[in-house]
């Protein structure tokens, strides 16, 4: 009896090494033709807006502010709603100053929400990159950047969403 429980004993210790290096599962294959597509950007959302008003000061001082209202156009140059901007001067130089900018775009669709800082006056049209800070309805959720061009009379939004 002994020398049994030994031997099974043995073929337990035998069969150990074997059960421990056994192969993982396999996972699954990552594509048939191997090749990993990236992830689309998600289309650009373009407005233009013509300046209705503006209380923008031609020499700004720390601390000044303003504000703007525009007549929002979608990318077919339709009607699309209004914004409103809302500026105030943060630094002043000879050569710059630097307005920290609040916007925010309405649409039938919703809001959204915009932030930049931007220099004032510049040569004209301004391009300046801001953040989309959030929005409304069909908006809601969304983030990314947006770039504003800002000339005399009209302003170009180019809004990229993240992800």
Known sequence: M???????????IALLPAAAAAPEPLSPSPSVSGVVKPERK???????????????PSD??????WVSYLSLFDEKKQRAGDASVQCSAVHVSARRSLAQCTR???????LITLIGLETVPAAVPVSS?????????????LT???RVTDGPRHVAFRVQPAG
């Open 104 to 110: 925010v775009l309405r649409t039938e669709r919703g």
């Open 144 to 146: 990314g950047t947006v």
């Open 60 to 65: 700004p001082k720390v601390g000044d502010s």
């Open 42 to 56: 998600p289309a650009p959302i373009i407005f233009y807006a013509a300046k209705y008003a503006t209380t923008q």
């Open 129 to 141: 990159l801001a953040a989309v800070t959030g929005g409304t309805g069909h908006y809601t959720g």
């Open 2 to 12: 002994t020398t049994l429980v030994m031997a099974l004993s043995f073929c337990s």
